[in-house]
């Protein structure tokens, strides 16, 4: 009898060994994790939805017929050694992890790793195509991506005659106060409220932000049903606000599919194949289409190719020699109140677009790609906090997080760490960008024009700074040497730098 290990975000029965397996053949471990559950400071509802999820999956293989070793344990390799000290497995075997560490724990443990096929490209493959090109820009992926596996290709062409429609994506939010699409939601049962529990019972800090209200769902029936959900409700709206930010709506029309994805309780080619064929039967336009294939073909293989690619030296890349530490802001967002029988957040900051996104963090575990890279991560980055640190929370805070999805998209993308390995420009804006894609500067107590006085826009006064701090490599890059130029030119450049300094003292003493 050979023992199959599943760990936490390989749930699926398709995946790996136990594709093949019978309950005649193997019997199935998992193991929870004191340790890891120790390892930082989790948000609840992220928590939450991996344990819950990996109770459900246990109860649907023993409905199956297998025997399943689900067992708490002080650390991974600890509840390996207790299952086979009990079953004395002729072998056990997993599926290859999604972490390098996790990859090197089940080595050293002498467990037999098989390929991963939890994504559709192999991160050894994608080395290949790496080494096969000059260029290996993202929408190059893409579109090799595109061709190989089918998708919208209406024989050798792109389907709609463009390979890529986001530039039809990048609208402002509407303010005509349309309804967005709900997320589904499933009521919790017996399963979540021991797994809530057992986590109150970690102590009143191990976690943090809102308990969960049903929205994640926690096994692959629902997560299919929210998939059915976000296909024909919430696609055909998605394209053209995919980018904008909303104070008054934490989902917009974003399908909310990722954390599924990144546990295994849905595949890739599956949700793949439902947003096109809702395409071609005439219920889903192309650029919406093609705008979340290419997030789920594209951006997020991209990411997990270059995750390994890069993995352990990208953990510890600081070519700006950002040291800040995460503002306290991050760590304590706000308090949460009950209003009106939902749950509300009072948070700790007046710079009303971080508030929000801080707030929807905390209710929810969530926010989109937009809200992520030009307000947490572009704060990162204009206050040179340690790119480490900010990964790190942004992996313990997220339901979709994990380090191979953080390390390319906060040490890469959004912080510019890597010094361009990932992206040709840093992503750095000042406040006219946020106010072009969102509601958030009407109402805020600063003025995104202003970069000095008391009421200049944090984010406009950090963008300067952060220009002339950075000047002389800036200059160098042709893709950002004309802003560096206007930043030489500014006559106040003196006094915006000593606004940038108060600035950074009050986000360090979480004053701002
Ligand atoms: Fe954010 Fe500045 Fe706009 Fe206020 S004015 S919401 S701080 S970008």
């Known amino acids: 009898m050979q023992t199959v290990w599943v760990l936490g975000d390989q749930l699926n029965r398709r995946l790996g060994p136990l594709r093949e397996a019978t309950p ?11 340790a890891k559950l120790a ?6 509802q992220r928590a939450h939805l991996v344990l819950t999820a990996m109770r459900r999956f246990a109860t649907e293989l023993r409905e199956e017929g297998f025997e399943v070793d689900h067992r708490r344990s002080a650390s991974l390799p600890a509840g390996l050694a207790e299952h086979r000290a009990r079953y004395r497995p002729a072998r056990v075997v997993a599926m ?36 096969s090109r000059r260029s290996v820009r993202m929408e190059d992926f893409y579109r090799h991506q595109r061709r190989r596996l089918g998708y919208l290709m209406d024989g050798d062409e792109p389907a709609g005659g463009r390979w890529n429609f986001d530039a039809d994506n990048r609208e402002p939010p509407p303010r005509d106060g349309r309804a967005w699409p709900l997320p589904l939601r499933t009521p919790l049962d017996g399963v979540d409220r021991a797994v809530l529990a057992d986590l109150a019972a970690l102590g009143e800090n191990a976690t943090w932000g809102a308990p969960p209200d049903g929205t994640w769902a926690t ?3 629902e997560a299919l049903r929210r998939l ?15 980018d904008a930010m909303l104070s008054t709506n934490w989902h917009l029309a974003h399908t909310l599919l990722s954390p599924y994805l990144n546990l295994g309780l849905l595949l890739p080619a599956e949700v793949c194949d439902a947003a096109e064929a809702a395409h071609r039967a005439g219920r889903v336009p192309i650029a919406s289409a093609e705008g979340f294939i290419r997030q789920v073909i594209g951006w997020r293989e991209y990411v997990w190719g270059r995750y390994w690619q890069w993995v352990p030296d990208h953990r510890s890349a600081n070519e700006l020699g950002a040291h800040r530490p995460l503002p306290p802001v991050f760590a304590d967002p706000g308090v949460a109140t009950e209003k009106r029988s939902e749950m509300h957040t009072e948070m700790h900051t007046e710079m009303r677009c971080l508030a929000t996104v801080l ?3 905390h209710d929810h575990g969530w926010t989109h790609h937009i809200q992520r890279l030009m307000v947490l991560g572009n704060l990162g980055l204009l206050a040179g906090v340690d790119p480490a640190e900010l990964t790190r929370w942004m992996w313990t805070s997220f339901v979709d997080g994990a380090e191979w999805v953080m390390l390319p ?22 406040g006219a960008y946020i106010d072009r894609m969102s509601d958030y500067c009407g109402g805020c107590r600063f003025d995104r024009r202003r970069r000095t006085g008391d009421n200049a826009c944090p984010f406009t006064t950090l963008y300067w700074d952060f220009l002339a ?6 200059r160098r890059n042709p893709r950002v040497a004309q802003q560096v130029r206007a930043a030489d030119r500014l006559s106040d450049l003196p006094a915006v730098r000593e606004r940038a300094a108060e600035v950074l003292a009050e986000l360090d003493q979480g004053r701002l």
Not at 414 to 428: E, F, L, N, Q, S
Not at 469 to 474: G, S, T
């Open 39 to 44: 390892s930082a400071r989790w948000h609840v």
């Open 228 to 242: 059915e959900h976000a296909v024909t409700a919430v696609l055909p709206a998605f394209g053209p606000h995919e």
């Open 24 to 34: 005649a053949d193997t019997r199935v471990l998992l193991v929870e994790s004191t």
């Open 96 to 131: 290859e992890p999604a972490s390098y560490d996790g990859l090197l724990m089940l080595r050293r443990h002498g467990v037999e790793v098989t390929r991963s096929d939890q994504f559709l490209c192999h991160y050894g493959d994608f080395a290949d195509w790496v080494a």
């Open 409 to 430: 998209n906060v040490i890469g993308m959004a912080t510019y760490a890597d010094g361009g390995r990932m992206t040709t420009k840093p992503y750095a804006a000042g």
């Open 469 to 474: 701090r950075h000047a002389d490599r800036l």
């Open 219 to 221: 096994s692959r029936a």
């Open 359 to 361: 707030r929807d963090v």
